[in-house]
């Protein structure tokens, strides 16, 4: 049996390179089985994550229990004369910021027009 890398000797620095290479390996081997047995961990699901996903899914399901409530509201409550009363309002209103725009318009024009001087 050849024990000569065990004799007594100075240290040679490609012996040097190859324990430093192996101590490199063992430890990527230890942190890679480390990882494979933290693997499992990971996927595991937090009861805060669960009961999160809960109220998310409660949530969603008073929003639409909301909506519908609105529609039956509008369905119910909201008349023809609601409706015409509202159209109105809003014809007024746009008449209203029509007939600002035209005085405002005509006292722009007037100004521009005033300001300058005559031609020739």
Do not use: C, H
Not at 11 to 39: E, H, N, R, S, Y
Request: hydrophobic share 50%; aromatic share 6%.
């Amino acid at each position: 049996m050849d024990a000569s890398f065990l004799a007594s000797g100075p240290i040679t620095w490609p012996g040097l390179l190859a324990f430093a290479a192996v101590l490199f390996g063992l430890g990527k081997a230890v942190d890679w089985g480390l990882a494979k047995l933290k693997a499992g961990t990971d996927k595991a699901v937090s009861p805060l994550t669960v009961d999160m996903a809960a109220v998310k899914i409660q949530i969603a399901s008073q929003n639409d229990l909301l909506n519908a409530f609105k529609v039956e509201v509008a369905r119910t409550y909201v008349t023809g004369d609601v409706i015409t009363r509202l159209e109105r309002r809003i014809d007024d209103m746009v008449s209203s910021v029509r007939e600002e725009m035209r005085e405002t318009r005509e006292a722009m024009m007037q100004a521009f027009l005033d300001g300058r001087p005559p031609r020739r």
